[in-house]
């Protein structure tokens, strides 16, 4: 009976809602049994603001909400999302106060939140996902939460500023995950 099911689920469309609309995949045609989540919504659904990077689950940049939850979506089969809820980027609103906090510490005079972009998406979903389960957080729970993203830039301090909300100035040194002092106008300093 089991050889039955499995036969079966092969033919079932895989429905999942993302960004609030069900959508589904037809199996051999949307999707295959060995395809990431990651890969569906980007290459499949069109989702492009989901960022494939590592494809190992260590920078975070494809992290999607599912459930209320962060998750890697390239660690993460499609067929599992079936029935399951997914937020991408594209789903958020553009007055989300995350978003807006990403874009007000990415103004000119303080150190940016958003330099190259492409770790940006996660970051958001991460901390979207994170401040919905706890609005108040620590300096030392903001950073555990951020844990599972890199920003290749080094724009750590300017991230964590976002989500503890207070603006830090340009020259500041980050403080989580980089030594790389920048000021405008300058050249980096990698020799920290």
Known sequence: MAAVSRLEARRT??????????REFKPGKDIAPSMTLGHLLREVAGLTGLKLSCGEGACGACTV?????????????AVQANGREILT??????????????????EPGYGTALQCGYCTPGFILTARAFLNQNPDP??????????????RCGCYAAIEAVLGGRP???????????NIKWKPGQEPDYSR
Do not use: H
């Not at 830090?168 to 980089?178: M, R, T």
């Open 13 to 22: 469309a895989v429905r999942i809602r993302i960004n609030g609309r069900w």
């Open 138 to 151: 620590t300096l030392e729970e903001v950073k555990t939460a951020l844990l599972g993203n890199i920003c």
């Open 65 to 77: 909400i599912m459930d209320g939850k962060a998750v890697l979506s390239c660690m993460m089969l």
């Open 89 to 106: 980027i594209e789903g958020l609103p553009a007055d989300d106060p995350v978003i807006e906090a990403f874009v007000q510490q990415s």
């Open 168 to 178: 830090v100035a340009a020259d500041q040194k980050p403080s989580i995950g980089c």
